[in-house]
T-cell receptor
Framework: SQQGEEDPQALSIQEGENATMNCSYK?????LQWYRQNSGRGLVHLIL?????REKHSGRLRVTLDTSKKSSSLLITASRAADTASYFC????????????FGKGTLLTVNP | DVKVTQSSRYLVKRTGEKVFLECVQD?????MFWYRQDPGLGLRLIYF???????EKGDIPEGYSVSREKKERFSLILESASTNQTSMYLC??????????????FGPGTRLLVL
């Protein structure tokens, strides 16, 4: 079964606006990651947040993690048309395991 | 920069054919993975390998096998391709750092069509 589930499934905004995507998961984790996928391409890693961290920034990206609610959010500020892509959260299983489980993704469309 | 390459971007095969998808990484990563991606289903793990000649089944291994004879190369084999194996196949690699999963680096994907 899916460990991470993104919400919403699709999001359409205007350039310059902020975009927020959410991820919920079911079991304890070591870390949670966010990836981006441009249409028809491979995934690109954006940011990793560990279970003992609550917030992390990278450029225009801000990720939060609430382990008590088993949820994370990805905020993209001042969005650009080039941010149009699918965004996936990925979680590990919490143990010594090399597997990641990916959600189904949020499709973000940034209109110029 | 980590580079993960896949042998083909697009592939068209006939039902019953044996299909090889090759993946090569140049960063000496211990872990390698094969996923398939389908609309509405997200990424699903087929097989992974954490060392040469080692492999473990993922969530959907049926109809697939893998081979890892060298550290940099991980091959996915469809023994007898079927139309329900039409999909986007993504290869990834990651370093082994402790026991927890670290960042995975993905190839560009192979879009396979089985007729």
């Amino acid at each position: 079964s899916q460990q991470g589930e993104e919400d919403p499934q699709a999001l359409s905004i205007q350039e310059g606006e902020n975009a927020t995507m959410n991820c919920s998961y079911k079991t304890s984790i070591n870390n949670l990651q966010w990836y981006r996928q441009n249409s028809g391409r491979g995934l690109v890693h954006l940011i990793l947040i560990r279970s003992n961290e609550r917030e992390k920034h990278s450029g225009r990206l801000r990720v939060t993690l609430d382990t008590s609610k088993k949820s994370s959010s990805l905020l993209i500020t001042a969005s650009r048309a080039a941010d149009t892509a699918s965004y996936f959260c990925a979680t590990d299983s919490g143990g010594s395991n090399y597997k990641l489980t990916f959600g189904k993704g949020t499709l973000l469309t940034v209109n110029p | 920069d980590v580079k993960v390459t896949q042998s083909s971007r697009y592939l068209v095969k006939r039902t019953g054919e044996k299909v090889f998808l090759e993946c090569v990484q140049d960063m000496d990563h211990e872990n390698m993975f094969w996923y398939r991606q389908d609309p509405g289903l997200g990424l699903r793990l087929i097989y992974f390998s954490y060392d040469v000649k080692m492999k473990e089944k993922g969530d959907i291994p049926e109809g697939y096998s893998v081979s890892r004879e060298k550290k940099e190369r991980f091959s996915l084999i469809l023994e007898s391709a079927s139309t329900n194996q039409t999909s986007m196949y993504l290869c990834a690699s990651s370093p082994r750092q402790g026991g927890a999963q670290e960042t995975q680096y993905f190839g560009p994907g192979t879009r396979l069509l089985v007729l």
